[in-house]
C-alpha cells in the first residue's frame, strides 16, 4: 500500500524568523491523522532568516536529526557540543535523559534550509549524547546512502531505534531500489526537484507512505535529493 502525502498538505507556520512546514503534528499544528509514521515523529523542513534561530531550549527522550541543505546552522548544546554543520552534514543529538541546545544562522546574508528530523527512540532514560558526519555528494549519487542507523553501520550516524534513514541524488537515468523486509515499512520524503516512487511521481516536499510493499523503487529523477526511511 502506497498513501501519498502532498506538499501543501502539510502543515505551516510562519514566524517571521523562522518558516516551517510539517509533514506530521507539531506545535499549533495538529492533525490527528498525521501524528508520525512508525517511530518517525517529525520532518520540519525550517528556512531560518539571516541572523537569527532557535535560543537554547530543551528535550529528552528523542533521536533529532538535522540535514541541511544550504547555508550554515551553528550548534551549542549542554553536553559542550559546538559546530556548524553545512550541506552534505548529518547530525544527530539523543536526548535522552535531557539536553538543552541552541541552533542559529549567523550569515547576514542568506537563509539556512534544513530539515529537522524525529525519531522515537526504542528507549528512554538514556545518556544523551551527539553526532555529526560528512556525507559527500558523489557518495548519494545515484544510489541511496545510509546516512542513520542502529548500529552506525558504514559510517551512518548512530541512532537509539531500529530505524535507518537514507539520501541520495537522482537526476535523469540514475535509480536505486530499496528491499523492504516484511513487516517493515518506508517513509519517503523528497527535498527538493521531482522524483517517480513507486510508479508515482512526486515534487518537492511531497511524501509516500510504504507498507506492505517489497521495496521502494526510485527512478527518472529531476534534480532530487530524497531521504528514505526504513522502519519497524
Do not use: C
Request: no cysteine.
Amino acid at each position: 500500500m502506497i498513501t501519498l502525502r502532498r506538499s501543501a498538505e502539510r502543515g505551516y507556520a510562519d514566524h517571521g524568523w523562522l518558516r516551517s512546514f510539517h509533514s506530521f503534528s507539531f506545535a499549533d499544528y495538529y492533525d490527528p491523522r498525521h501524528m508520525g509514521f512508525g517511530p518517525l515523529r517529525v520532518i520540519n523542513e525550517d528556512r531560518i532568516a539571516p541572523g537569527t534561530g532557535f535560543g537554547t531550549h530543551g528535550h529528552r527522550d528523542m533521536e533529532i536529526v538535522s540535514y541541511v541543505l544550504a547555508g550554515e546552522l551553528a550548534h551549542q548544546d549542554s553536553l559542550g557540543n559546538g559546530s556548524v554543520i553545512r550541506p552534505g552534514d548529518v547530525q544527530r543529538m539523543s536526548a535522552g535523559t535531557g539536553v538543552r541546545h541552541s541552533e542559529f544562522n549567523h550569515a547576514q546574508d542568506r537563509e539556512t534550509h534544513f530539515l529537522q528530523i524525529w525519531i522515537v527512540p526504542a528507549v528512554t532514560g538514556i545518556a544523551p549524547s551527539y553526532e555529526e558526519r560528512h556525507f559527500a555528494e558523489a557518495d548519494k549519487r545515484g544510489r541511496l546512502r545510509l546516512v542513520a542507523a542502529p548500529d552506525g553501520a558504514d559510517g551512518a550516524v548512530t541512532i537509539h531505534q531500529d530505524a535507518r534513514m537514507y539520501a541520495g541524488l537522482f537526476d535523469g537515468d540514475e535509480s536505486a531500489e530499496l528491499a523492504l523486509a516484511p513487516p517493515r515499512r518506508a517513509y519517503v520524503h523528497v527535498a527538493r526537484g521531482a522524483i517517480t516512487v513507486n510508479g508515482n511521481t512526486l515534487a518537492t516536499g511531497d511524501a509516500a507512505m510504504i507498507s506492505a510493499e517489497p521495496g521502494v523503487m526510485l527512478r527518472a529523477g529531476k534534480a532530487a535529493e530524497v531521504l528514505v526511511f526504513d522502519l519497524p
